[in-house]
């Protein structure tokens, strides 16, 4: 069993917890886990990319190369491209269609459409998951909960190597006791939109 | 014993644990923040945790609680290493009594660091042991073997983790504390303790008498690792270790039959493990050297292939064939060995479609609200018709350099920014000279600097950016806050009280949030230094401290000048078919575009908007 997968987002999305969750799951069923995370000055709003490597034989590196991603897990769709490189043929993107655009783009007047990024993801041969991570926030009431909403959709389509449930236990573990019940509900619906009209 | 999922640096931190640390110091710096808060989170009661207000401190602290014979550390990313520098060279002659463990991350890349420079090397010139952990478990467990042969060598010690090391995470296996924290260790007087010349010479032979010891020693230790058999050899060190076994075993699965060679790495790199490196080399022709940051390993087996006039080929940095600057990659790391061992490297780039849109960069930027923005804008606005200069410093500010602030024009190093304004004052003296400094790196190395202006009656003005906390390396306090990492609460130490106090004529506290106001205390501030050194404290705290105020929103048909998106590089808002766009999830509520807008267009979201 292997599952190479790549958080993609910008600092101060959630990526960090991200991994965190998925790998604590992956300990907690036996299985070899290393992650990497972007901290320091990139948190400020700039691009961050998680690696998370599960296996179950030891794993040497916690960076993958190029082409190694099973899954791509995209906290927004510009940084997805950005990642692209990483995901294997035939991969799974796992994908919020909400734009973050960058500080540059309003200043240089240049356009910037979650869209067109959109669009590209469709032709680029992955089998490509979009998850509304705003109406999943604005259902569970909570905007902090994008990144655990993701990883129901990455769960529920198969995308992680683990089930929903491995993540749920994790995520209870993991989270402080008043946090736990919305993010269990952000998890599920997570998992429910993915399942619906797509692939 | 539990496991748990550690991040490299909190392994750092619960390794000194179990070894039994008595005290703990350091300064915030990425990559080797988190180790302290580790050690702070989980206290049992009986360490001592302090944030110190710079690296020489920090050391100097550790340093006599290891001389009285407790184990302590200190924590601190590689440029700290220069501040701490003066204490660690001389401490290196005394030595200590309790073990003691300079923790000191090294950032190739550099991701979020100023130099690239290799505490192996720092290590060399200081004549101290070395650890280069490669993975979160490894660093957990040889921490403790740190804090053991130091305290059997009577010599602080250097453990140099990098980056992917540092926030690397993985399953750890955590151990029964292997050391009680010596609760009844006493301060033992004696002449040992006081660095005089003679002793330093006398001091300086026994280090070199120790230091082929200590090799002989690591040349056994347990995570220096000599395998394999042939003619040909791979060394390696830290978390390139991981890529170079990632190499073998991609070009292994592509059904190349790799010729025979053996892997050498290296875990103690000084004094070098001079034994083990012999056995490695005995029997090769050609040996590539995968490291990051300096040639350190690839010098001393060049050195001792000399030393033995060995007929062997050291391939490495200095060859070309491994990159001199920034970080290893699996992608350059399997290249070079499919090089080295004569197969066929694998093409990494997956096929794309062609046609990719275009992205724009995304370069780390000051947060929506960030007080530090209002500072620049209210200084940029003041002096639009006076020549200045404006020196920046370390911190979040530093992001004040991007466009459209443009408001950094030097920066070098902790507490730089109010000395180099000096300098550059001497030479063009017509200028008015800007230093922005933030409140911690205030405390870190501004002080000595403002005095020295006070003393050498240069007139500049000294901006404090005080957000009352230290927010880039993830909201630590300092002296400002009074917060400790012992849950106690000190008294704050205030800015103005020390700028006057040490002769500072004009101090001015306002809130940058008020940019008219602000802006006329920048015009007196530069008033003043008609009489010396001025000082202005702009007062507000970071976003990530503070709650937020309410959203924005902007009239759409009032909305003609686009100067908040012009001047002010805020990610909240956004240009949407030619009008500015406020995104309420970003906005934290400062008000400076309202107050910049030239025609009223920006407004607080009133309650009714909200729930509408």
Redesign the interface.
Known sequence: MKANIVIAG???QGTVLA??LV??AA?DAGL????????????????VVSHVRISDAPI????????AADTLLGFEP??V??C??F???GGTVVVNPRT???????????E??GT??ID?LH???CRLVVVDGDAICAEVGS?KVLNVALIGAAAAAGALGLTLGQVEDALRKSLRPKLIDMNVRALHTGARESAKGNP | MATEFLMGNEAIGLGALAAGVRVVTGYPGTPSSEILPTVSARNPGNIHVEWSVNEKVALEVAAGAAMAGARAMVTMKQVGLNVAADPLMSLAYLGVKGGMVVVVADDPGPISSQTEQDTRTFGLFSKLPVFDPASPEEAYEMVIDAFELSERHGTPVLFRPTTRVCHGNAPVALRESVAAASATVRFAKDPRWVIFPRLSYENHIKIEQRLPVIAEEFSSYRFNALAGEGRLGIVTQGISTGYVGEALAILGDLGHQLPAHKLLRVATPHPFPKRLALDFLDGLDRILVVEELDPFIERELQRLAGEKHLPITVLGKASGHIQVAGENTVVAVTQAIAGFLGVEAPSFAAPMPAAAPELAARPPVLCAGCSHRSAFIAVKRAMRKRRSVFSGDIGCYTLGNAKPLDMVDTCLCMGAGITMAQGLHVVEPNAVHFAFIGDSTFFHSGITGVINAVYNRTPIVVVVLDNATTAMTGLQPHPGTGATMMGAVSQKVDIATVLRGIGVMHVEKCDPLKLEESMAAVVRAVGATSNGVAALIFESPCIHVTPPGPGYIVDAEACECKECIIKLGCPAILSVDGKAVIDNTLCYGCDLCAQICMFDAIHPVSPAEVNG
């Open positions: 910008v600092g101060g991994a965190k790998a604590r300990m070899a886990v290393r992650t990497s995370e972007t901290i320091g000055m990139a948190q400020r709003g700039g691009s040497a590196s916690p960076l993958m190369p190029p082409g510009g940084e491209v950005r692209l490189h995901l294997r043929p973050v655009a960058p500080v540059s783009a309003a200043l240089n007047n240049t910037y459409s067109a990024m590209y032709q680029c041969g905007t």
